[in-house]
């Protein structure tokens, strides 16, 4: 197998993946480089939060810290895709969709992949020693939850409810990084970050229901089967009334509630597109759109912190 093979999932078009010399390019797919959407979706909690925190503090949005989290998402999005990898490298050699994942396809060695995923970490750590001691402080549980993730499928249905809780995170560090503390409207919109990836991950997961089930691994998408539309309403539903108890007590305003009823109404449009038949293209598309439903979400809580800035 040549080392520019594209796999299912990517953007075949993405510029670093066309750009990049034939030898990096099962470390871009290791990192996940050529699927931007991962690290967009461990980014917006991050911003979502350190965006609220603005807003109930009447300051303007704090752009180095949005900054911060942007590159820390990427490097950590990398990391942890290479973890993974590592670790799931014999399923995912048994999956359609992962098969020739570099790793599974043995085009990256696991001793390449851990000097790899130790480079990828490092660039973190320098992100994390730029916030106070307190975020640093909450920092250090979410490595834990990360190293649990690719064991989770083994033995819970709910694997994605791990991974929520570690890709939420950042819902608890834009809060923090600003104020030093936690508080009720962080612990709110990290629990609203929570539920919201479960339903975009259950998803995600109706991609590879078939081989899933062959391969004896568990999902949420292989426990709802016929109710996950329901399901994933349900879970997009606790997300909105989360977020909406967060923002009223961290202030509320017409803005940020703008964006929350923005954000709710691309969580409905996906409810109404999903289903257990659903294809393959539909899941990734659906998937791929929450970048901008937490965009939505996010535009709101950055208006709202800018008219707090400059209206009171």
């Not at 249905?157 to 923090?176: E, I, K, M, N, R």
């Not at 309403?233 to 009223?248: C, M, N, P, R």
Request: a positive charge; proline letters at 4%.
């Amino acid at each position: 197998m040549s080392d520019d093979t594209v796999l299912p999932d990517a953007v075949a078009a993405h510029p670093l993946w066309r750009r990049a010399p034939v030898s990096l390019r099962p470390y871009i797919q290791l990192a996940r480089l050529d699927r931007p959407i991962g690290w967009w979706l461990l980014l917006l909690p991050c911003w979502e939060s350190s965006a609220l925190a603005s807003a109930a503090l009447h300051r303007g949005p704090n752009l180095w810290h949005l900054a911060l989290f942007f590159v820390g998402a990427v490097a950590m999005r990398g990391a942890g895709s290479a973890y993974n990898d590592l670790v799931d490298r014999e399923i995912d050699a048994k999956v359609e969709r992962t098969r020739n994942r570099p790793l599974a396809s043995g085009r990256v060695t696991p001793r390449a992949a851990m000097l790899f995923i130790a480079a990828q970490c490092l660039v973190g750590l320098g992100v994390l020693l730029c916030f106070n001691g307190y975020t640093i402080a909450v920092t250090l549980v979410s490595p834990l939850i990360v190293a649990i993730y690719p064991f989770a499928k083994r033995f819970t249905s709910w694997p994605q409810a791990v991974l929520g809780l570690a890709f939420a995170y950042g819902g608890l560090l834009g809060w923090t990084a600003q104020t030093g503390t936690l508080a009720a409207p962080a612990v709110l919109i990290y629990a609203a970050a929570v539920c919201w990836t479960i339903g975009y991950d259950t998803i995600y997961a109706l991609q590879d229901i078939r081989d899933d089930e062959k391969a004896g691994i568990l999902s949420t998408a292989r426990t709802f089967g016929k109710n996950v539309r329901g399901a994933v309403g349900a879970l997009y539903g606790v997300s909105v009334a989360l977020a909406g108890l967060a923002i009223h007590l961290a202030g509320g305003g017409l803005f940020a509630f703008a964006g929350l009823a923005a954000y709710a109404a691309h969580l409905a449009w996906q409810v109404w597109r999903t289903s257990e038949t659903c294809p393959v293209a539909v899941a990734l598309r659906l998937f791929r759109s929450n970048r901008d439903a937490g965009l939505l979400l996010f535009a709101g809580l950055f208006a709202q912190s800018l008219q707090a800035y400059f209206f009171g």
